[in-house]
């Protein structure tokens, strides 16, 4: 899928840099080229011989090497790939491409680059987090950069959390997503996620304990596939992917106009927990507590968003798939649901609380489509993403 294309592959100074020969390998086994670069840190953790043997390219690492740059100057290098990927790319290879300081010839091929530049962040969770990099990391998704990563789980430090750089076959999706390989090359989809917030006065609502995890996993995972991503997301826990176009809300009602605003689509995938009702009148003033009694809220349904989705007359998705979050009688209820609702699949999931699937990690799956029940062994939600965003690329080729 990579036949043809030339990467740039900046490696930094992380205790991920490891990962990067076997992404060397993945880039290699798909047809890809690989020029490799490497900081002056990078070789504490991998040796220019390794990457070199495996990349069958010189390794570049130092702007002042003079033979190199009668060889090939910074400026042509920076300029023979197709992609310029920075892996891992620690806090500091951000901190210097968002103030685009240029000491070194890492950084100096990042500011002289006219090529679609691709980061896959790795560092300590408090490093990740904090303000100064997440104000680089904006800069940077501003600045065109394409992020992928970074994943959550344990560390080489011993820490949990958002920090480690995406696996080598994660960073390879993300490429022939951008370079054009995808099997959604071209196709727009629109995914809901996360719960809705509807207010009962100005500082209450009603909510649910959905995370948004498998709605963004969804949406990642379409998009390393090449689909172009509407994501409409309630006030969700977890944090939108980048390198799709985000839109916020609170309520259904928000939610339902952003999701008709966002078509015309090919596909529509509703992960979102919409609330089933809203407070008839919410009060604009906060409610307090009288003599008089308990407060009484009066209830009204809100809008279906799938089911109108699903039944409209024109300009319906080729493929619209509902979420059912059951808790009994899982397949029954869910096929059930696919019928009353129009839509074209269902992924039913079992959310009864000795899951540990509302809020967690893993999901169990059942897929219901005109053929039946299928269910997948319980997995991982990016994996669950992965599997989906498949069969949707392959429902949409049909
Ligand atoms: N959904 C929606 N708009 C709503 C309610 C639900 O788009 N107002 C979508 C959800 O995003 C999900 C699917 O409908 O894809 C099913 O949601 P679920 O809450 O499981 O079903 P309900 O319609 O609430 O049915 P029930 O209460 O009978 O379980």
Not at 286 to 307: A, C, H, W, Y
Request: charged share 20%; proline share 5%.
């Amino acid at each position: 899928m990579l036949a043809g294309k030339r990467i740039l592959l900046i490696i930094g100074g992380g205790i991920a840099a490891y990962k990067v020969l076997d992404l060397i390998r993945r880039l290699r086994e798909r047809g890809a080229a690989v020029t490799p670069v490497m900081t002056r840190a990078a070789g504490q953790f991998v040796t220019p011989l390794s990457v070199s043997a495996l990349a069958e390219e010189k390794v570049y690492s130092d702007l002042f090497d003079l033979t190199d740059e009668a060889e090939m100057g910074h400026i042509q290098l920076s300029r023979v790939a197709d992609l310029v990927l920075v892996a891992p790319a620690t806090a500091d290879l951000m901190a210097k491409m968002a103030t685009g300081a240029a000491d070194d010839l890492a950084s100096t091929l990042l500011l002289a680059t006219d090529t679609p530049v691709m980061i896959a962040p790795a560092m300590n969770v408090r490093m990740w987090q904090h303000a100064a990099t997440q104000r680089n990391l904006a800069t940077l998704l501003a600045d065109g950069v394409r992020v992928t990563g970074p994943n959550e789980g344990g560390m080489a430090c011993g820490e949990f959390g958002p920090g480690r750089m995406s696996e080598p076959l994660e960073i390879v999706a993300a490429i022939e997503a951008t370079l054009g390989g995808g099997a959604l090359q071209g196709k727009h989809v629109v995914v809901t996620s996360g719960p809705t917030h509807e207010p009962i006065d100005p500082v209450r609502y009603i909510a649910n304990r959905s995370s948004g995890a498998q709605g963004t996993a969804l949406a990642a995972a379409l998009r390393d596939l090449g689909a172009q991503v509407s994501f409409v997301t309630g006030p969700a826990t977890v944090p939108p992917p980048a390198g799709v176009e985000v839109i916020t809300v609170d309520t259904a009602r928000e939610m339902r106009a952003a999701v008709l605003g966002a078509l015309p689509a090919d596909a529509a995938i509703f992960a979102a927990a919409v609330a089933d009702w809203r407070v008839a009148v919410a009060s604009d003033r906060k409610i307090k507590k009288t003599k008089d009694g308990l407060p009484q809220l009066s209830f009204v349904e809100n809008p279906d968003i799938l089911s109108e989705v699903s039944q409209m007359p024109e300009g319906r998705p080729a493929l619209v798939v509902g979420f059912a979050a059951e808790t009994d009688d899982v397949v029954k209820n869910a096929t059930a649901k696919r019928a009353r609702k129009g839509c074209d699949w269902i992924v039913a999931n079992d959310v009864s609380p000795e899951t540990g699937i509302m809020g967690g990690d893993e999901n169990a799956v059942t897929l219901i489509t005109s053929d039946g029940a299928e269910t997948w062994e319980r997995m991982g939600k990016t994996q669950v993403a992965r599997q989906l965003a498949d069969r949707i690329a392959a429902a949409l080729a049909d």
